[in-house]
């Protein structure tokens, strides 16, 4: 007989583990509050509008289709994707404008062209961020931190042997410096901190091998949007026996003798056999393993930024923007010492611009967009953010009006927004931090949750908020580390 497994939570990294184990002959039930799987990879419809809601950029599409391979379907007949021809279009209030072209000759042409930096530096920068990634990607991102046998790997001792050039004890920013004369160039840089909600002022120059997976390998976007990913990993892990319980909150994971037994589901007990979380690890602690000793590092540790984001329906084209755009604060600095140390808002906040109407063609009536609008802000530490918000959202308009010279207050048709409260009510992360822990220390990779705990046989972790973090590549990769960890079922 199978044995029986529960996923708590269906998040990406959730559907992905139970994938995993659906293929290696488990009978896994997943569990989740919410009346839809998806977790921050989520979307809405208003106003004759869809938006998707969460992650907007699709990187490493390869984490996904491997997931259908495994399972012996082909990725085609479930989710197409295609590339793109620019991961984003940059603004700057003084008019510069830099198309971030995919390969990265034609990339390194253009900032040269717009902003007068050397192409050959911007190329040196990419080959840097690219063995930066060979170095430490299967240290860091494939495997445990928490297995000694990982320790004495090839991938561990090659990331050792290169470890003079991991820039681990340099800030982003300092280093970014170094590279670039031109100050854009250096934001533009500097914005890859963000990606996992921290500040290029504080984290290590590590991080700089996130503009590799954009430039040299790509951005991509599915051809139905970003919550196709869900809808297509559910189809498959329903095919693979998988069964999805919505609107069905876990109240208690129960331990005895160091082994989660059951669970506590509406006054009932239900026993499996193995157990993965795909919940916050805070707010798993402190609601569903209140038996268990609360690891005090989680919560002493700096987290990770929120999000501010409106959801407006345009009535309007606008060619000048892309599928995704920034448009720069004039004082970055300012901007995330505001994040960081206020936990509030500047006065001129990087407004992000998604536009999936560019790519999907569906999300919004013939001669109309959908915005999806963003400022990074803070976790939700208790402020007013009714005031907050109604300052960000004017101080939105006039980013937008300086840089496209036009109001679009009169064009906004419909409007919705999300904040870090609701964030943490509809997701479940801890005061709406997006990433967990923020990076914004050299040793951040290593204060991550680890995907097992040792003192209990068989609980594991999954998601944003462990090792090796938030975003959709990573949270796959946490799905798949414990896919290591966890043997085939005899017979399958």
């Given at each position: 007989?199978?044995?029986?497994?529960?996923?708590?939570?269906?998040?990406i990294?959730?559907?992905a583990?139970?994938?995993?184990?659906?293929?290696?002959?488990?009978?896994?039930?997943?569990?989740?509050?919410?009346?839809?799987?998806?977790?921050?990879?989520?979307?809405r419809h208003?106003?004759?509008?869809?938006?998707?809601?969460?992650?907007?950029?699709?990187?490493?599409p390869?984490?996904?289709t491997?997931?259908?391979?495994?399972?012996?379907?082909?990725p085609?007949?479930?989710?197409?994707y295609?590339?793109?021809?620019?991961?984003?279009?940059?603004?700057?209030?003084d008019g510069?404008?830099?198309?971030?072209?995919?390969?990265?000759?034609?990339?390194?042409?253009?900032?040269?062209?717009?902003?007068?930096?050397?192409?050959?530096?911007i190329?040196r920068?990419?080959?840097?961020?690219?063995?930066?990634?060979?170095?430490?990607?299967?240290?860091?991102?494939?495997?445990?931190?928490?297995?000694?046998?990982?320790?004495?790997?090839?991938?561990?001792?090659?990331?050792?042997?290169?470890?003079?050039?991991?820039?681990?004890?340099?800030?982003?920013?300092?280093k970014?410096?170094?590279w670039?004369?031109?100050?854009?160039?250096?934001?533009?840089?500097?914005?890859?901190?963000?990606?996992?909600?921290?500040?290029?002022?504080?984290?290590?120059?590590?991080?700089?091998?996130?503009?590799?997976?954009?430039?040299?390998?790509?951005a991509?976007?599915p051809?139905?949007?970003?919550?196709?990913?869900?809808?297509?990993?559910?189809?498959?892990?329903?095919?693979?026996?998988?069964?999805?319980h919505?609107?069905?909150?876990?109240?208690?994971?129960?331990?005895?003798?160091?082994?989660?037994?059951?669970?506590?589901?509406?006054?009932?007990?239900?026993?499996?056999?193995?157990?993965?979380?795909?919940?916050?690890?805070?707010?798993?602690?402190?609601?569903?393993?209140?038996?268990?000793?609360?690891?005090?590092?989680?919560?002493?540790?700096?987290?990770?930024?929120?999000?501010?984001?409106?959801?407006?329906g345009?009535?309007?084209?606008?060619?000048?923007?892309?599928?995704?755009?920034?448009?720069?604060?004039?004082?970055?600095?300012?901007e995330?010492?505001?994040?960081?140390?206020?936990?509030?808002?500047?006065?001129?906040?990087?407004?992000y611009?998604?536009?999936?109407?560019?790519?999907?063609?569906?999300?919004?009536?013939?001669?109309?967009?959908?915005?999806?609008?963003m400022?990074?802000?803070?976790?939700?530490?208790?402020?007013?953010w009714?005031?907050?918000?109604?300052?960000?959202?004017?101080?939105?308009?006039q980013?937008?009006?300086?840089?496209?010279?036009?109001?679009?207050?009169?064009?906004?048709?419909?409007?919705?927004?999300?904040?870090?409260?609701?964030?943490?009510?509809?997701t479940?992360?801890?005061?709406?931090?997006?990433?967990?822990?923020?990076?914004?220390?050299?040793?951040?990779?290593?204060?991550?949750?680890?995907?097992?705990?040792?003192?209990?046989?068989?609980?594991?972790f999954?998601?944003?908020?462990?090792?090796?973090?938030?975003?959709?590549?990573?949270?796959?990769?946490?799905?798949?580390?414990?896919?290591?960890?966890i043997?085939?079922q005899?017979?399958?």
């Amino acid at each position: 007989m199978k044995q029986q497994t529960a996923v708590i939570g269906s998040g990406i990294g959730g559907i992905a583990s139970a994938i995993r184990l659906a293929a290696k002959g488990y009978d896994v039930h997943v569990f989740e509050q919410a009346a839809k799987p998806g977790g921050k990879v989520s979307e809405r419809h208003q106003g004759g509008f869809r938006f998707d809601t969460g992650p907007s950029l699709f990187t490493l599409p390869n984490m996904v289709t491997e997931l259908f391979t495994l399972c012996g379907k082909n990725p085609d007949d479930y989710f197409r994707y295609r590339p793109l021809d620019a991961s984003c279009k940059y603004f700057w209030e003084d008019g510069t404008v830099v198309n971030a072209w995919h390969h990265p000759e034609a990339f390194a042409a253009e900032v040269h062209q717009q902003t007068g930096e050397s192409e050959e530096q911007i190329l040196r920068f990419l080959e840097k961020s690219r063995r930066l990634y060979e170095l430490t990607h299967e240290v860091f991102l494939f495997n445990s931190f928490h297995k000694i046998k990982n320790f004495v790997s090839p991938a561990y001792r090659k990331a050792l042997f290169g470890l003079h050039e991991l820039n681990a004890f340099t800030t982003m920013h300092a280093k970014n410096s170094k590279w670039f004369s031109n100050p854009k160039i250096v934001q533009l840089f500097d914005r890859y901190a963000t990606y996992n909600g921290s500040n290029p002022y504080k984290t290590p120059a590590t991080l700089n091998i996130i503009p590799h997976l954009e430039h040299n390998i790509g951005a991509f976007f599915p051809e139905k949007g970003m919550y196709h990913i869900i809808e297509a990993l559910v189809t498959l892990a329903e095919e693979m026996g998988v069964r999805f319980h919505y609107e069905t909150p876990v109240d208690e994971i129960l331990v005895s003798d160091q082994q989660v037994q059951a669970l506590r589901i509406g006054g009932e007990v239900k026993p499996f056999s193995l157990f993965v979380s795909n919940v916050d690890v805070v707010n798993l602690y402190k609601n569903l393993l209140p038996q268990l000793p609360f690891p005090q590092k989680q919560l002493s540790l700096e987290r990770s930024s929120s999000a501010l984001i409106f959801y407006w329906g345009i009535d309007g084209s606008f060619p000048e923007l892309s599928l995704h755009n920034i448009l720069f604060s004039n004082d970055y600095r300012k901007e995330f010492h505001h994040l960081f140390r206020e936990k509030s808002i500047t006065d001129d906040p990087t407004v992000y611009v998604f536009i999936s109407v560019r790519e999907v063609k569906g999300d919004a009536p013939a001669g109309k967009e959908n915005w999806y609008v963003m400022i990074n802000v803070p976790e939700n530490a208790g402020q007013d953010w009714d005031a907050m918000i109604t300052a960000a959202r004017k101080q939105i308009l006039q980013k937008i009006a300086r840089v496209l010279k036009i109001d679009i207050q009169p064009l906004i048709v419909t409007e919705s927004f999300a904040d870090p409260r609701s964030i943490e009510s509809d997701t479940g992360s801890y005061r709406g931090s997006l990433y967990g822990l923020s990076s914004n220390n050299r040793f951040a990779a290593f204060y991550r949750h680890p995907n097992f705990k040792k003192s209990i046989k068989n609980l594991y972790f999954t998601g944003g908020s462990v090792h090796p973090g938030g975003g959709i590549p990573l949270c796959l990769a946490s799905a798949k580390i414990i896919d290591k960890e966890i043997p085939t079922q005899p017979n399958r």
